[in-house]
């Protein structure tokens, strides 16, 4: 089956670093998403990755493992305004997106 | 670019009666428009895809009798809860995609949050 797999709730400090991990089993595999949203507020998009290896992008990168199903976000120098739950989604043959259940991240001063 | 705009972004309705939501890709022409629905502290659920000009392709568990859909136009779809019920009470949001993008990034309208008395 198509599963994606990532951790409900992850807590961290103001200006600190944190990796938001995810794992992924996608009927074949095309490329994976990451997406933000804030409470009540529909997502926005942060990355895309097709290839394997490390993509930065400002504050946040975004690194993929295709051989091993694998992928996580990774935020820098955290701001409160980064609480927000983040969304990992694999694109599988068909370009359907398999939706992971989210990440809570709470961002304490 | 790639804009998405939906209306209304929420709305209070009577047990019973039916709601109509628009979504709308304002700068491009949107190929595919997906609708999802969201409960409270969960993820998003795909509830329908719609290819411009052919009839909806609904999940499973998903009844298309009461959630019909209908995508006219490469800028315009509509989802109409028929019927409504308290448990319908949810947060809708529609995305849009082209397949003149890169690759296929999902560009999201802000929601319309629907609260069934």
């Known amino acids: 089956g198509q599963n994606i797999d990532q951790p409900t709730e992850m807590t961290a400090t103001e200006g600190a670093i944190v990796q938001i991990n995810c794992t992924y089993q996608?009927?074949?595999?095309?490329?994976l998403f990451w997406y933000q949203q804030h409470a009540g507020e529909a997502p926005t998009f942060l990355s895309y990755?097709?290839l394997d290896g490390l993509e930065e992008k400002g504050r946040f990168s975004s690194f993929l493992s295709r051989s091993k199903g694998y992928s996580y976000l990774l935020l820098k120098e955290l701001q409160m305004k980064d609480s927000a739950s983040y969304l990992c989604?694999?694109?599988?043959?068909?370009?359907?997106?398999?939706w992971g259940a989210g990440t809570k991240l709470i961002i304490k001063p | 670019g790639a804009v998405v705009s939906q209306h209304p972004s929420w709305v209070i309705c009577k047990s019973g009666t039916s709601v109509k939501i628009e979504c709308r890709s304002l700068d491009f022409q949107a190929t595919t428009m997906f609708w999802y629905r969201q409960f409270p502290k969960q993820s998003l659920m795909l509830m329908a895809t719609?290819?411009?000009?052919?009839?909806?392709?609904?999940e499973q568990g998903v009844e298309k009798d009461k959630f019909l859909i209908n995508h006219a136009s490469l800028t315009l779809s509509t989802l109409t809860v028929t019927s409504a019920h308290p448990e319908d009470s949810s947060f809708y949001i529609c995305?849009?995609?082209?397949?003149?993008?890169?690759?296929?990034?999902?560009?999201f309208g802000p929601g319309t949050r629907l609260t069934v008395l």
């Open positions: 996608t009927s074949g595999f095309n490329g």
């Open positions: 719609s290819n411009e000009g052919s009839k909806a392709t609904y």
């Open positions: 989604a694999g694109e599988d043959s068909n370009y359907q997106l398999i």
């Open positions: 995305s849009a995609s082209s397949l003149g993008l890169d690759y296929n990034e999902q560009f």
């Open positions: 990755n097709v």
